[in-house]
């Protein structure tokens, strides 16, 4: 089994900045893809950022410039620095992993989800 667990969400005010961790933990021969997603009420699920295990990123438009992802592969841990937060970045914001179990196989896995809420 694989365990994500997302952490860092809260409430801020138009223009500041949170740090999201997602750690992935369990039984997985490594960590490949790592990326967030968002889902404010009533709108799909969206990709925000996404990072490979060799580092190569892909940030959506709608964050670009503001929003910046990385990982540490030593600790299985993904990170998003929100800066200048906006009412729109509103939403849960969810951590995916794609996690090799097997030799031959990867799965992905999903966190539960945290909380970031913009007051404008």
């Known amino acids: 089994q694989v365990q994500v667990m997302e952490s860092g969400g809260g409430l801020v005010q138009t223009g500041e900045s949170l740090r999201l961790s997602c750690a992935a933990s369990?039984?997985?021969?490594?960590?490949?893809?790592m990326a967030w997603y968002r889902q404010a009420p009533g709108l799909q699920r969206e990709l925000v950022a996404s990072v490979t295990d060799r580092g190569i990123t892909y940030v959506a438009d709608a964050v670009k410039g503001r929003f910046t992802i990385s990982r540490d592969n030593a600790k299985n841990t993904v990170y998003l620095e929100m800066n200048s937060l906006e009412f729109e970045d509103t939403a849960v914001y969810l951590c995916?992993?794609?996690?090799?179990?097997?030799?031959?196989?990867?799965?992905?896995?999903w966190g539960r989800g945290t909380q970031v809420t913009v007051s404008s």
């Open positions: 995916a992993c794609s996690a090799r179990v097997t030799f031959y196989s990867s799965e992905t896995y």
């Open positions: 369990g039984n997985f021969r490594e960590i490949e893809d």
